[in-house]
């Protein structure tokens, strides 16, 4: 089985830093893979915010929500199997308990946000304005 770890989480400022962190186990970043994090608000709907795949050229495949584009970046440490969200210029409205998911499949993430297979325990940020 897949297990994944989400750390990092925390308490910071408006317009401060994060670095989330996912740990996964259970599959090797040989294999085709799609990883993603999304994050849930109380009272409202999971929202898919960042995601990347392997792919068959050099550089994994990203994408992004509007809502954090330019202020996020996500990357993978293969040999640390591990995938890092680095959030930047912080809201208060990016506060949410923030989940990672894998799928092992080859194909863009995106084509698994709406369903994949394997969460993590997630992490809390909370902002503060």
């Known amino acids: 089985d897949v297990q994944l770890q989400a750390s990092g989480g925390g308490l910071v400022q408006a317009g401060g830093s994060l670095r989330l962190s996912c740990a996964a186990s259970?599959?090797?970043?040989?294999?085709?893979?799609?990883i993603a994090w999304f994050r849930q608000a109380p009272g409202k709907e999971r929202e898919g915010v960042s995601c990347i795949s392997s792919s068959d050229n050099s550089d994994p495949y990203t994408w992004y929500a509007d809502s954090v584009k330019g202020r996020f970046t996500i990357s993978v440490d293969n040999a640390k199997k591990t995938v890092y969200l680095q959030m930047s210029s912080l809201k208060p409205e990016d506060t949410a308990r923030y989940y990672c998911?894998?799928?092992?499949?080859?194909?863009?993430?995106?084509?698994?946000?709406?369903?994949?297979?394997?969460w993590g325990q997630g992490t809390q940020v909370t902002v503060s304005s």
């Open positions: 259970g599959f090797t970043y040989e294999d085709y893979y799609a």
């Open positions: 998911a894998a799928e092992i499949a080859r194909g863009t993430c995106t084509s698994y946000l709406d369903g994949m297979d394997w």
